[in-house]
C-alpha cells in the first residue's frame, strides 16, 4: 500500500522559499499511471491544489501560484519536491502531498489518494 | 474556472439519520466529481469517486450520485466516527478546484 510523508522545514520567514519533500513508500513514483501532487490548506480553511508532476519530470501548476511555484522529482529516491518562492503570511498553511491517478479514459488527472499526514509551515520572520 | 458550492455549510444530525449533502457545479463537468472525508487534525480521506463509486474498503452507509451541475453525498445512517468535514472535489478542469467542505457533527 503506497504511503506519503512530508517533510522540511515548519518556520519559513517572508521573501524566503519554502521547501518541502514528500517520500513515497509502498511503491513507486516510476510505474506510471500516476501524477504526484502538492495540495495546501490555509488554518481552518479549504483545500487548494498547488500542481502536479508525472514520474518523467512532466509538470502542471495552479495558474493563481504558477509564478512562485517549482515541482520537481526524484525518481532513484523515490521522492518529489516543492519550492514555493516569495512566501508571505498568506502562504501559512498545512501542506499536503498526494497521488492523484491518471483516469485514462477521460486523459486527466482525477482523485487523489492516498495523502500525506501533512505538515503546517509557518511564514514569520 | 470552475467553482464548487456545497450546502449546507455545516449540519447537526442524531445518529442513525439520514445525512444529504449537496454539491454545485458552476458549470457541466459530467461525473468528474469525487467526495473526501476530513476529520479533525488529519488529511482528507477518498470516499466516493466518479460522482457514485464508491472507493475500496469505504463504509456502504456513503454514497454519491448525480451529473452535470448538481452531485449529492449521503450518509444512510450516521455514525459517530462520522463527524467531520466533507469536501467535493471537480477534475473536469485542471485546477482541480473543491468545495468548501460541510462540517457533520452530532446532535
Known amino acids: 500500500q503506497v504511503q506519503l510523508q512530508e517533510s522540511g522545514p515548519g518556520l519559513v520567514k517572508p521573501s524566503q522559499t519554502l521547501s518541502l519533500t514528500c517520500t513515497v513508500s509502498?511503491?513507486?513514483?516510476?510505474?506510471?499511471?500516476?501524477?504526484w501532487s502538492w495540495i495546501r490548506q490555509h488554518p481552518g480553511k479549504g483545500l487548494e491544489w498547488i500542481g502536479y508532476?508525472?514520474?518523467?519530470?512532466?509538470?502542471y501548476y495552479n495558474p493563481s501560484l504558477k509564478s512562485r511555484v517549482t515541482i520537481s522529482v526524484d525518481t532513484s529516491k523515490n521522492q518529489f519536491s516543492l519550492k514555493l518562492s516569495s512566501v508571505t503570511a498568506a502562504d501559512t498553511a498545512v501542506y499536503y502531498c498526494?497521488?492523484?491517478?491518471?483516469?485514462?479514459?477521460?486523459?486527466?488527472?482525477?482523485?487523489?489518494?492516498?495523502w500525506g499526514q501533512g505538515t503546517l509551515v509557518t511564514v514569520s520572520s | 474556472d470552475i467553482q464548487m458550492t456545497q450546502s449546507p455549510s455545516s449540519l447537526s444530525a442524531s445518529v442513525g439519520d439520514r445525512v444529504t449533502i449537496t454539491c454545485q457545479a458552476s458549470?457541466?463537468?459530467?461525473?468528474?466529481l469525487n467526495w473526501y472525508q476530513q476529520k479533525p487534525g488529519k488529511a482528507p480521506k477518498l470516499l466516493i469517486y466518479?460522482?457514485?463509486n464508491l472507493e475500496t474498503g469505504v463504509p456502504s452507509r456513503f454514497s454519491g450520485s448525480g451529473s452535470g451541475t448538481d452531485f449529492t453525498f449521503t450518509i444512510s445512517s450516521l455514525q459517530p466516527e462520522d463527524i467531520a468535514t466533507y469536501y467535493c472535489?471537480?477534475?473536469?478542469?485542471?485546477?482541480?478546484?473543491f468545495g468548501p467542505g460541510t462540517k457533520v457533527d452530532i446532535k
Open positions: 498526494a497521488s492523484q491517478v491518471v483516469v485514462v479514459a477521460a486523459m486527466r488527472g482525477g482523485w487523489f489518494d492516498p
Open positions: 509502498g511503491g513507486s513514483i516510476s510505474s506510471g499511471g500516476y501524477y
Open positions: 508532476i508525472y514520474y518523467s519530470g512532466s509538470t
Open positions: 458549470q457541466d463537468i459530467s461525473n468528474y
Open positions: 466518479d460522482a457514485s
Open positions: 472535489q471537480q477534475y473536469d478542469n485542471p485546477r482541480f478546484t
